[in-house]
C-alpha cells in the first residue's frame, strides 16, 4: 500500500479547508465593508434630502434627534398658548380663549375664572380694547422632570386714546398627552406662575405706529403684581 497517496490527500484537504476559510473571512470583510458603505450613503442621503412644497419651493432638510425635535414643539405650545390667551378683541376672545384652553390643563380653569370675575368680554365691548403680545424670550428646560421653562413677554392693551403696556414672566411645567386635532403637539401646561411689571401708558402716536398683528394680551386686572 502506498502511504503516499494518503499524505498527498490529508495535505489536500488540509489546502482546501485554509482556501474555504480565507475565502470566508474575505466575504465576510467584504459584506461588513458593503453594510458600513452603505450605511454611510444613507445617512449622507438624507442629510442631503431635499423637500418641494407646493409653491414649487426647495429646502433641505436636516437630521435632528428626536429630544430635540420635541423642545421645538414644546416652544411653539407656549407661544401658541400665550398669542391666544392674551390677545384678543371682543369678535375673537371666545375663540382665541376655547383654543387656549386645549392646550393646558387645570389651571386653565382658573386663569379662566379670572376672566369670569371681571366679565372679560362684557368689558372689551363696552371700553372697545384690544389686547395683544410681543413675545420676547421663551426657554424650555427638558432635562427637568417634569419638563419646565419660562415665558417674557409684553402685553398691551389698545384704546381710543392710547395703550397701556406690561412686561409678564410667566413659568411653567409640561407634561405629555394624547396628540389630537385640538392638541397638535400632545403636551399640556401646568404649574402657570406669573410676574406683572408695573403697566406704562403710551401715548396715541404708538396706538398708530403698532399694527394689530403684534398686539398684546392682556390680563383682567394690570394693578396686580403677582398671580
Known amino acids: 500500500m502506498d502511504l503516499t497517496k494518503f499524505k498527498g490527500a490529508d495535505d489536500t484537504v488540509r489546502l482546501t479547508i485554509r482556501l474555504s476559510i480565507g475565502y470566508c473571512i ?3 470583510a467584504a459584506f461588513v465593508s458593503c453594510i458600513i458603505y452603505l450605511t454611510v450613503k444613507i445617512e449622507k442621503a438624507y442629510s442631503q434630502a431635499l423637500v418641494i412644497d407646493k409653491n414649487g419651493e426647495v429646502y433641505e432638510t436636516s437630521s435632528l434627534p428626536a429630544g430635540s425635535m420635541r423642545k421645538y414643539e414644546y416652544l411653539n405650545h407656549v407661544k401658541t398658548f400665550v398669542t391666544h390667551w392674551y390677545a384678543f378683541d371682543e369678535s375673537t376672545y371666545e375663540g382665541n380663549i376655547s383654543l387656549a384652553l386645549n392646550l393646558i390643563g387645570n389651571k386653565g380653569k382658573e386663569l379662566l375664572n379670572e376672566y369670569n370675575d ?3 368680554l362684557n368689558s372689551l365691548i363696552q371700553k372697545n380694547i384690544r389686547y395683544g403680545v410681543t413675545i420676547k424670550d421663551v426657554e424650555i428646560h427638558t432635562n427637568t422632570i417634569p419638563v419646565s421653562g419660562k415665558i417674557l413677554f409684553t402685553q ?3 384704546r381710543a386714546r392710547g395703550s397701556v403696556s406690561r412686561d409678564i414672566e410667566a413659568e411653567f411645567t409640561l407634561y405629555d398627552v394624547s396628540r389630537s386635532e ?4 400632545g403636551a399640556k401646561i401646568e404649574d402657570w406662575i406669573v410676574r406683572y411689571s408695573e403697566p406704562v401708558e403710551n401715548g396715541d402716536d404708538l396706538l398708530h405706529q403698532t399694527s394689530p398683528s403684534t398686539a398684546d394680551e392682556n390680563e383682567p386686572n394690570p394693578e396686580n403684581s403677582n398671580r
Not at 385640538?182 to 403637539?185: E, G, I, R, V
Open 118 to 120: 371681571v366679565n372679560m
Open 156 to 158: 398691551t392693551g389698545y
Open 26 to 28: 474575505l466575504l465576510t
Open 182 to 185: 385640538d392638541n397638535a403637539h
